[in-house]
């Protein structure tokens, strides 16, 4: 059975930081592309980061870069997604999905073009 598992998720004031985890099991993990999405409230899903585990090539939302940094465990199955600078339009719940077939170069991941597997969220809430 595959899981995608997220956790970290808080409430942290502006400027503040967090770090995600997505334990992922059921699958070949270095196979995979892993990706990080988030969805506000009343707005759609958007793709945050993902890495793509092979390589470890990172692509990174127009709105992210800088703050947040993907990273991976392959020894325990496990991507990061370490946020700083947080604002509160970063607040939403965080996904992490999986795909072995993303490319990434097209940007076509940001809308989870080719994520087969979607875990459940962690809610992350920046204060003002």
């Known amino acids: 059975e595959v899981q995608l598992q997220a956790s970290g998720g808080g409430l942290v004031q502006a400027g503040g930081s967090l770090r995600l985890s997505c334990a992922a099991s059921?699958?070949?993990?270095?196979?995979?592309?892993i990706g990080w999405f988030r969805q506000a409230p009343g707005k759609e899903r958007e793709g945050v980061s993902a890495i793509r585990i092979s390589d470890g090539t990172t692509v990174y939302a127009d709105s992210v870069k800088g703050r947040f940094t993907i990273s991976s465990d392959n020894a325990k199955n496990t991507i990061y997604l370490q946020m700083n600078g947080l604002k509160p339009e970063d607040t939403a719940e965080y996904y992490c999905a999986a795909g072995e077939y993303v490319g990434l170069a097209s940007g076509g991941w940001r809308w989870g073009y080719g994520m087969e597997y979607w875990g459940k969220g962690t809610l992350v809430t920046v204060s003002s």
């Open positions: 059921g699958f070949t993990f270095d196979d995979y592309t």
